[in-house]
C-alpha cells in the first residue's frame, strides 16, 4: 500500500486503542478525583474482566453474539462487586490513606492476579467476536467490529458524562470531590460514594477489556499494559477531568498507532513518556486538570 492507506489503517488502529484506553483510563481518573487515591490495581480489573468475558462466553456457547452481551453485562458488574468489596473491606480500614492504600492496591494487584492463574491458567485464550463482517474502504477491507469498538466506547464516554453531570448521583460524587468533609457534614455518606466510585472505576476497566478481547486473547498478565497507559493518558489529560483523559487518550491512541506503523513500537512508547515528563515539567495538572491552590 502507498502512505494514504498505510496512514488511514493507523489511524483507525489507533483509533481502536484510544476507546479502550479512554474508559479504562476514565475508570482510574475518578477514583483519584473523588477519593485522592491511587489504584495500582486497575489494570487487574481490566484483567479480571477480560478473563470473565471469556469464562462467560465459553459457559454459554452458541451464537457468539449472544455469549458477548451476556459477557458485556456480567463481567463489569462481578468486577465492580469485587472491587466494592475490596474498598469496604481493605481500603475503607486504612482511612485512604495515601501511602497504605498504594500498598494495599499493590496487595490486591498480586491476590488477584495469582488467583487468576490458578483458576484461569496461563494460557491466552481468545473470544469470538459478535460477529465478523468487514467494512470495504477506499483502499482496503476493515473491521466492522473494531469500528464497532470506537461507537460503543464513545456512548459509554458520553453516558458516565450524562450521569456525572446532570444525576444527583453525579452531584453527590462532585461534592464529596470537593469537600468530603463538609459534604459528610450535610448528610452526604462519604464512605458509600468512595465504595461506588471505586466500583464505577473498576467497572469501566472491565468493559475496556470486555471489548477488546475479541480482537486480542485474555491473558493472567494482560492488566499491565492497560496501567502504565492509564497512568500516561491521566498524567497528560489532569486527573479528574473527564475532556482530559478522552483528548489524552485519543492523542496517545492515534500517535501510537501513527509511529508504530511507521517505524516501531518502542519509539511510540519513548514518545508517550516523554509527553509525560514535558506535562510534569511544564504543567504539572495536566492540560485541562487545574492546579492546586
Do not use: C
Not at 502507498?2 to 475508570?27: D, K, N, Q, R
Not at 473523588?34 to 481490566?46: C, D, K, L, Q
Not at 483528548?247 to 509527553?275: E, N, R, W, Y
Amino acid at each position: 500500500m502507498a502512505f494514504g492507506p498505510h496512514l488511514l489503517l493507523a489511524i483507525l488502529e489507533g483509533l481502536v486503542t484510544a476507546a479502550v484506553l479512554s474508559l479504562t483510563a476514565l475508570g482510574l481518573s475518578l477514583v483519584f478525583g473523588v477519593m485522592r487515591i491511587v489504584n495500582v490495581a486497575h489494570g487487574e480489573f481490566f484483567m479480571l474482566g477480560a478473563v470473565l468475558a471469556w469464562a462467560v462466553a465459553n459457559a454459554l456457547g452458541g451464537h457468539p453474539a449472544l455469549g458477548f452481551v451476556a459477557a458485556l453485562v456480567i463481567a463489569p458488574l462481578v468486577v465492580g462487586a469485587v472491587a466494592w468489596l475490596a474498598e469496604r473491606l481493605v481500603l475503607s480500614r486504612l482511612n485512604y490513606n495515601p501511602e497504605s492504600t498504594i500498598v494495599a492496591t499493590i496487595g490486591l494487584l498480586y491476590i488477584i492476579q495469582q488467583l487468576a492463574l490458578t483458576f484461569y491458567g496461563p494460557e491466552a485464550r481468545p473470544v469470538a467476536p459478535p460477529f465478523n463482517v468487514r467494512l470495504s474502504l477506499p483502499w482496503f477491507g476493515y473491521s466492522a467490529y473494531k469500528l464497532s469498538i470506537i461507537a460503543t466506547a464513545a456512548l459509554l464516554l458520553i453516558a458516565t458524562w450524562l450521569v456525572l453531570t446532570r444525576t444527583k448521583i453525579g452531584l453527590t460524587m462532585r461534592a464529596t470531590q470537593y469537600d468530603s468533609e463538609t459534604a459528610q457534614a450535610f448528610g452526604i455518606p462519604v464512605g458509600r460514594v468512595y465504595a461506588g466510585v471505586f466500583a464505577l472505576g473498576a467497572m469501566l476497566a472491565a468493559l475496556a477489556a470486555v471489548l477488546i478481547v475479541p480482537i486480542s486473547q485474555a491473558h493472567y498478565l494482560m492488566g499491565q499494559d492497560p496501567l502504565l497507559l492509564s497512568f500516561i493518558v491521566v498524567i497528560i489529560g489532569g486527573l479528574g477531568s473527564l475532556r482530559g483523559t478522552v483528548v489524552a487518550a485519543v492523542l496517545i491512541g492515534v500517535s501510537d498507532g501513527v509511529v508504530s506503523m511507521f517505524f516501531s513500537p518502542t519509539l511510540a512508547k519513548m514518545i508517550a513518556t516523554l509527553a509525560v515528563a514535558l506535562v510534569l515539567v511544564f504543567r504539572p495538572q495536566g492540560l485541562f486538570g487545574t492546579a492546586a491552590r
